[in-house]
């Protein structure tokens, strides 16, 4: 176990509605990376945060918004939802030490379908 | 922007054969991360490489960084079951020593008992 959570585990949305995924990052973990994973695919990054502000992002439409609140646990945000947002979404936590490659600890991930 | 590919994409083996994934990325990375997806699960991170030609072992698994930090490969001895999973190597570009991975498309390993 990571000690990273996400909830919900399984959440089931129409086309057009607004999600907001949680997760919470292993205690002393400073960074929580967003990534989404469709089936059969690798995760693809949709951005990250460090100390409450956004450290970079993928190639996601701002639909993705995120915010990452004091005690390091984060929310992702998707308005207008589309059926191709149906994925796995996880969250992985890192202590960001400035140091090439800090450890990235994956959540269990929330599973997202859009009908 | 950079694009990692891996192969190959499933590999169906049987018990006690051995297993090699491949890496290769269209930049130069800082590091390579490998981990690991059980089915149903989230991927746990293995190991992480960060210097040119670096090569290490964990157990019946060894993991190789070519010299120019272009590609890399995991190798498993003798796969057992619980070898079963898909394999993911992840990098940040070169110069940004961040988080921000890009991953292969990954290789499904499957293990006939």
């Known amino acids: 176990e990571t000690g990273v959570t996400q909830s919900p585990t399984h959440l089931i949305k129409t086309r057009g509605q607004q999600v907001t995924l949680r997760c919470s990052s292993q205690?002393?973990?400073?960074?929580v990376s967003w990534y989404q994973q469709a089936l059969g695919q690798g995760p693809q990054f949709i951005f990250q945060?460090?100390?409450?502000?956004?450290?970079g992002r993928g190639n996601f439409p701002p639909r993705f918004s995120g915010l990452q609140f004091p005690n390091y646990s984060s929310e992702l945000n998707v308005n207008a939802l589309e059926l191709d947002d149906s994925a796995l979404y996880l969250c992985?936590?890192?202590?960001?030490?400035?140091?090439?490659?800090?450890?990235?600890?994956f959540g269990p991930g929330t599973r997202l379908t859009v009908l | 922007g950079q694009q990692v590919m891996q192969i190959p994409q499933y590999q169906h083996v049987q018990e006690g054969e051995d297993f090699t994934t491949y890496c290769n990325s269209s930049?130069?990375?800082?590091?390579i991360q490998w981990y690991k997806q059980r089915p149903g699960g989230h991927p746990v991170f293995l190991i992480q490489?960060?210097?040119?030609?670096e090569v290490k072992k964990q157990k019946r698994l060894t993991f190789q960084f070519g010299e120019a930090k272009k590609n890399s490969s995991l190798h498993i001895t003798a796969t057992q079951t619980t070898d079963v999973g898909t394999y993911f190597c992840a990098g940040p570009p070169g110069g940004n020593a961040g988080n921000m991975l890009t991953f292969g498309g990954g290789t499904r390993l499957m293990v006939k008992p």
């Open positions: 945060y460090y100390r409450e502000e956004e450290n």
């Open positions: 205690s002393g973990h400073n960074t």
């Open positions: 992985a936590s890192s202590r960001t030490s400035g140091r090439a490659g800090d450890t990235q600890y």
């Open positions: 490489l960060v210097k040119s030609g």
């Open positions: 930049t130069t990375l800082s590091n």
